[in-house]
């Protein structure tokens, strides 16, 4: 019975392996590497970008435009729009009070990248 168990085990894995590699051989490139070619942006026209109407943000060296963005972020457009046109990694990692955004928002940030942070 023991015997039957294990095996039965030992197949499920290497079932699930061979499915997660198939899967990832067949899935899409993923957005950054399509965006391979980013524009370098400076801080300086990162700063043209400082308002809800046109919201630029430098986080961990890359630039996302978030404008569209706003009007979907669970907290009202206030909360975003200190952050606008400036370096923010802070307040992606912090939310203003300690806490990061979780792993999800870090993931769909990429739907928003548009350039590459020159300091």
Do not use: Q
């Amino acid at each position: 019975m023991i015997a039957r168990v294990t095996f039965a085990a030992f197949v499920a894995f290497w079932a699930s392996v061979a499915t997660l590699l198939a899967l990832s051989a067949l899935a899409p490139a993923s957005v950054a590497d399509e965006r391979h070619d980013l524009r370098e942006i400076d801080a300086e026209e990162l700063a043209e970008h400082a308002s809800l109407e046109s919201c630029w943000m430098a986080i961990e060296g890359k630039v996302y435009d978030f404008t569209d963005y706003i009007p979907e972020h669970p907290t009202p457009p206030s909360v975003m729009e200190p952050w606008c046109g400036r370096e923010a990694t802070e307040g992606m990692r912090t939310k203003g009070y300690g806490r990061d955004h979780s792993p999800a928002a870090w993931a769909m940030m990429e739907d928003y990248l548009i350039g590459v942070f020159v300091d």
